[in-house]
């Protein structure tokens, strides 16, 4: 496990390299002039313009740009904003946690509903109610994402006036940003007005919430199927049948922990896809995240946000995907043996 | 299968703690919601001419010395008491009023109430070259360079705590119009002095601190402004506590907010998409007439509209009515001259041209084109406040020429050549507006068709004769304002003769708002206001305490 562990690390920490590599060498090929890109400090600005080129080593050769480059990454200093000339990295924060709210909360509701149903359908195989699971869940899995969000806001937020179409809170509740999630920053905040603060969050999460989860929900249910109906027709299922165990034990120690095993290896390519639609996602429900913030810096060509954007969204699949498959290795030690081709 | 029974609870639970929030928490009764357009370009509107920057900063932060009340037409004192001229117009005194409080902030805490070095530093700020704070910020400062404020005061002196002098080249009667518009915000000199000490300058523009009735808070790019009320405020408080602005640039998204109540206000709302909408009365539409005006100018170098009959003709052959009938929906007053009704030297004595195609036949054959000619018109290929669709206008003005046999070309460039080819006069004739800055019907005509114009680029016409400019000039240099409007009326009557242009149309700023909040005010010059809105309960809450 260890060995394995050390080489998913080294693999996460190449993969970062050449990401900066890739980054770095944007700086060149976006239009105007590298520094500015890479800092978004404007070179009319003549003194901090000449002190960043010195600390950027912009009177050196390119190896040395790039190192000083990759320092000032490691160290926080992503430049600053074209537009806002606020600092990068300290604008990032709050938006990382906003994304990793959505999310998170997204990934949870998808399994709560993607396995359990993709469990009973495989109980029901070829049954009405597989059929009807099924088609559901295809159906579902062909809608595009942002048609769905607009669907479902025009009919719960415009027709229906059940929940709110966008934001995180009603502003008018005076909540301080501090780590970006709103239900963190409520219960840290000291509002007297905690609770009414709350509801009104979750009343403003509750639908994008679920316009993410349905895509990956619907995976989960099929890969939960099939995986399912793999596991129950092997010997030691029939076995443990002819044994006398109850079926609800049968499911619940037997069939349930080896069908999941194949669940656990999708989750990695499950989250890519959730963050590729939690960019959509946040934009049209104006949701303050990485998502709707790099698509903002695109629009205004704000170079340095952009960087900062695309390296904070890579990193962050690639971290979930490494720690995904370090936890399906340890969790199912089969799978180590065979990475390692072991006998 | 209890199982699955808890499983299918679970979402039916989630779902159940979703009921939408009670709107009565005292943060949501107790606040607006005003979702703007845009994000402003800084806090200080001396920077920029940009509609959204004012609607966010002058009337919530700032006080001006004097403003302008639109139903009386009048100036009134705002900061300063009182002002008197002297020495033949070339020096106006203010006496301030005192004990006015600037706001206290996290960044700033006053230690003095509001004095004539505040109004020395706010002024020397862009007058002055040398002033530390000149070049902060970019520098430049549109509106008092194209109002010619900066040229025509020579000195801004503290005579003593509350009173403050402004000497000026000459005499000029838009100069207390000038003085209050919404570029003319006062700063704090001592938040400035204390931000040279720290070392950020720069934060003047971004942390702003000013007298006005709200308190800047916070600015979240994209997202939010917020402002809270300032208690210490010279005049009545605020009735509410709170001002937000939920920044939504897209005007579907910004109707639905409305829609569904995470907006108390919009502007610029799609008037038509919401009468179509069911909302019953939940939702008002407000409307001001704005001080612009839609016109069509003649390059009076370009043959044949160097002719005044055939200028006459073109003038009666178009059908206006139809134009904006078509063009704005309603939404805009068929104008009656260069002035609209905002203005306080307005008459309602039409002088435009009616519709009237036999005249304008008669015209052309008197002009010598009985066969009729070939020109351009050129249209803007944005949309403006004044023209939302010049392209469809140009296109109604063709036909309505083909009937007197006149063959017009619509000519359209992107929009920055577009400027570019017409200051450099390629046009035959353009269909393009102006919006004023202040109140001072000068601002109408002097941008427009003096020969001044001709070298800053605003004279579409092409126009020059220095007998109108004398006019202009004796007009501004009047003092009674009778007088005053005797003479616009003998200069619209000019324009009217020579019809370098034709004035079409005076469209309307349009704002929607829930009809439980009430008292936002669009003056017909500047940026919205909330110092007096408040929600319904509110009112009744405060009366007993």
Known sequence: MIRYTLRRLTLLIVTLWLLTVFLFSLNYFFPGDPLTNMTGIRASNTLSYQLAAEARGFDASIISQYINFVGHFVRGDWGQSLTTQRDVFTDLIPLLGGTLELSLLAMILAMVIGAPLGLYAAGQQRGSMDRLAMGVSLSAYSIPVFWLAQLLILLFAVKLRWTPISGQINPLFDIDVYSGSIIVDILISDNPYKQAALLDAINHLWLPVIVLAIMPATMLMRITRNSMLEVLQQNYIRAARARGLTETRILLRHVLPNAMQPVVRQLGLMFSILMSNIIITEVIFNWPGLGSWLVKSIYERDYPVMQGGLFAFAALILLVNVLVELFHAWRYPQVRKELYAER | ?545
């Open chain 2, 1 to 545: 299968m209890s199982i699955w029974r808890l499983w299918l609870l679970t979402p039916i639970l989630t779902l159940a703690a979703c009921t939408p929030a009670s709107h009565d928490v005292a943060p949501l009764r107790n606040g607006i919601v005003y979702c703007s357009e845009g994000n402003p370009e800084s806090f200080n509107p001396q920077l920029g001419t940009s509609g959204t920057t004012i609607d966010a900063t002058s009337a919530q932060i700032y006080d001006r010395l004097i403003d302008y009340d639109d139903h009386q037409q009048k100036f009134v004192p705002a900061l300063a008491e009182s002002w008197q001229t002297l020495d033949n117009g070339t020096r106006y005194r203010f006496t301030l009023r005192p004990n006015v409080q600037f706001h206290q902030a996290p960044w700033f805490t006053p230690s003095r109430a509001f004095n004539a070095d505040d109004v020395v530093f706010t002024f020397k700020r862009w007058l002055n070259e040398d002033h530390p704070y000149h070049e902060v910020n970019g520098g430049s400062y549109p509106f008092f360079t194209a109002s010619g404020l900066s040229r025509l005061i020579t000195d801004v002196v503290a005579v003593n705590e509350t009173t403050v002098d402004f000497y000026l080249k000459h005499s000029n009667s838009s100069f207390l119009a000038n003085l209050a518009t919404d570029f003319a915000v006062i700063l704090s000199a001592e938040y400035g002095a204390e931000l040279l000490v720290r070392g950020e300058p720069a934060e003047i523009d971004k942390q702003p601190i000013g007298t006005g009735p709200f308190v800047f808070e916070e600015f979240r790019k994209d997202l939010i402004i917020r402002y809270q009320r300032h208690d210490d405020y010279w005049r009545e408080p605020a009735h509410i506590e709170q001002l937000v602005y939920s920044i939504t640039p897209n005007a579907n998204k910004r109707m639905l907010k409305l829609i569904t109540g995470e907006c108390d206000v919009i502007p610029y709302p799609l008037v038509e998409e919401l009468a179509q909408l069911d909302t019953g009365d939940e939702i008002q539409i407000s409307s001001t007439v704005n001080p612009n005006i839609a016109f069509w100018a003649f390059n009076t170098e370009h043959p044949p509209f160097d002719d005044v009959l055939v200028r006459r003709a073109m003038a009666s052959a178009i059908n206006r009515k139809a134009i904006i009938q078509t063009i704005y929906n309603g939404n805009a007053k068929l104008a009656t001259g260069v002035l609209p009704e905002t203005s306080w030297a307005y008459s309602p004595v039409d002088q435009t041209y009616g519709y009237n195609p036999e005249r304008a036949r008669e015209l052309l054959i008197e002009a010598g084109y009985g066969d009729g000619f070939e020109f351009d018109i050129w249209a803007m290929p944005v949309q403006r406040a004044y023209n939302p669709n010049a392209q469809k206008m140009a296109e109604l003005i063709q036909s309505d020429l083909a009937q007197i046999g006149v063959t017009a070309n619509i000519v359209s460039y992107e929009w920055n050549a577009f400027r570019r080819r017409l200051a450099r006069d390629e046009h035959d004739s353009v269909l393009i507006g102006w919006i004023a800055d202040n109140a001072d019907p000068d601002n109408f005509f002097r941008p427009l068709l003096s020969c001044n114009a001709l070298n800053v680029g605003t004279n579409r016409a092409n126009w020059c004769e220095p007998g109108f400019d004398d006019l202009l000039v004796q007009a501004i240099s009047e003092e009674n304002t009778d007088s005053r409007k005797k003479l616009y009326q003998e200069v619209e009557n000019w324009v009217y003769r020579e019809a370098p242009l034709v004035p079409i149309a005076n469209s309307m700023r349009f704002q929607a708002h829930r009809s439980d909040v009430h008292g936002v005010e669009v003056p017909a010059y500047g940026g919205v206001s909330f110092r007096n809105a408040y929600r319904d309960g509110k009112r009744e809450q405060e009366a007993q305490p």
